[in-house]
């Protein structure tokens, strides 16, 4: 029975690591000014940026894995009031449906003429698969400016797709894995564009 038990245990994990298996590279860019002398410490405020529906359970999500890489980058997260810098997300997410590459049925005809005849062939070929998966496309953006003069000082883009089936196209996990590829040596290389795997 322990046996059993055992190998049920390894079962399972090894099918949520298949689950989770690395996808596609998340594209990072980020700006910031030359000197960066005011980032990575001091308090900071995680807000919505403006537009951005602060009360939902995607924002709040983002927002949390925004706050603890800030945190990890030197910062001290201030929840409410006037801390000297603010965090502003924002994010987007779409759904693609990738449409089907050529029609559900293909017909080929050949012949041929030779010394000992002809022929014509008819072929029909029949795609059972059914329609591409579809994939969520999340791209999200942090500005952190000083409250005191609204100057930006740091702003950064994180965008990746992945298919609709993946366990990374749910929000918590989305987050953390794009936070995380966000602040990756934090501040960055202002205008270079970086793939994170």
């Given at each position: 029975?322990?046996?059993?038990?055992?190998?049920?245990?390894?079962?399972?994990?090894?099918?949520?690591?298949?689950?989770?298996?690395?996808?596609?590279?998340?594209?990072?860019?980020?700006?910031?000014?030359?000197?960066?002398?005011?980032?990575?410490?001091?308090?900071?405020?995680?807000?919505?940026?403006?537009?951005?529906?602060?009360?939902?359970?995607?924002?709040?999500?983002?927002?949390?894995?925004?706050?603890?890489?800030?945190?990890?980058?030197?910062?001290?997260?201030?929840v409410?009031?006037?801390?000297?810098?603010?965090?502003?997300?924002?994010?987007?997410?779409?759904?693609?449906?990738?449409?089907?590459?050529?029609?559900?049925?293909?017909?080929?005809?050949?012949?041929?003429?030779?010394?000992?005849?002809?022929?014509?062939?008819?072929?029909?070929?029949?795609?059972?698969?059914?329609?591409?998966?579809?994939?969520?496309?999340?791209?999200?953006?942090?500005?952190?400016?000083?409250?005191?003069?609204?100057r930006?000082?740091?702003?950064?883009?994180?965008?990746?797709?992945?298919?609709?089936?993946?366990?990374?196209?749910?929000?918590?996990?989305?987050?953390?894995?794009?936070?995380?590829?966000l602040?990756?040596?934090?501040?960055?290389?202002?205008g270079?564009?970086?793939?994170?795997?």
């Amino acid at each position: 029975m322990r046996y059993l038990s055992l190998a049920a245990v390894a079962l399972a994990l090894a099918a949520t690591s298949a689950c989770v298996a690395p996808v596609g590279p998340v594209q990072v860019t980020r700006f910031h000014l030359p000197d960066t002398a005011a980032l990575g410490h001091g308090a900071i405020t995680v807000e919505p940026a403006p537009g951005e529906d602060g009360a939902s359970l995607e924002f709040r999500t983002y927002a949390a894995a925004v706050a603890r890489q800030l945190v990890l980058a030197g910062y001290s997260e201030q929840v409410a009031g006037s801390a000297p810098q603010v965090a502003q997300v924002r994010i987007r997410r779409a759904s693609v449906e990738p449409g089907r590459r050529g029609g559900p049925v293909s017909v080929g005809i050949g012949g041929s003429t030779g010394s000992f005849g002809s022929g014509v062939g008819l072929g029909i070929g029949l795609d059972l698969s059914g329609p591409p998966a579809g994939e969520v496309d999340t791209e999200l953006s942090v500005t952190i400016r000083e409250r005191a003069g609204d100057r930006v000082l740091w702003e950064g883009r994180a965008r990746f797709t992945v298919s609709a089936r993946s366990p990374l196209a749910n929000s918590q996990l989305g987050a953390a894995r794009m936070t995380e590829a966000l602040f990756k040596g934090f501040p960055g290389t202002s205008g270079e564009t970086i793939e994170v795997k």
